[in-house]
Nanobody, 129 residues
């Protein structure tokens, strides 16, 4: 069973950048996803990556600004967030899924995470205007 731990959150001004890290133990799972949840809002899937790194998936809200990558040597999945906006303020979490999880995302669009498991504690991102 994969366990994950996120880090890298913080407070930045609009237009700034942050890089989040998700360390997976013992190894990166077949499909890894990043999610966020703002107060009073539903959890939103924002990016996912197949284990081989051959394909990445993004929500429309972050496409072109966020980049998901992975480093198998470090068992880490990264989320590079550029051109941050105040509406990006949220608790960011990563989770592990199966190959079918990413396939479902690919065919049906981002999901709220019901098909993912092994969630981390999350890391807070706050973007000020």
């Amino acid at each position: 069973q994969v366990q994950v731990m996120e880090s890298g959150g913080g407070s930045v001004q609009a237009g700034g950048s942050l890089r989040l890290s998700c360390v997976a133990s013992p190894v990166i799972d077949s499909c890894m996803g990043w999610f966020r949840q703002a107060p009073g809002k539903e959890r939103e899937g924002i990016a996912a990556i197949y284990s081989g790194g051959f394909r990445t998936l993004y929500a429309t809200s972050v496409k072109g600004r966020f980049t998901i990558t992975q480093d198998h040597g470090k068992n880490t999945v990264f989320l590079q967030m550029d051109n941050l906006k105040p509406e990006d303020t949220a608790m960011y979490s990563c989770a592990a899924g199966t190959l079918q999880t990413c396939n479902f995302w690919s065919s049906s669009g981002p999901e709220s995470g019901t098909r993912f498991s092994n969630w981390g504690q999350g890391t807070q991102v706050t973007v000020s205007s």
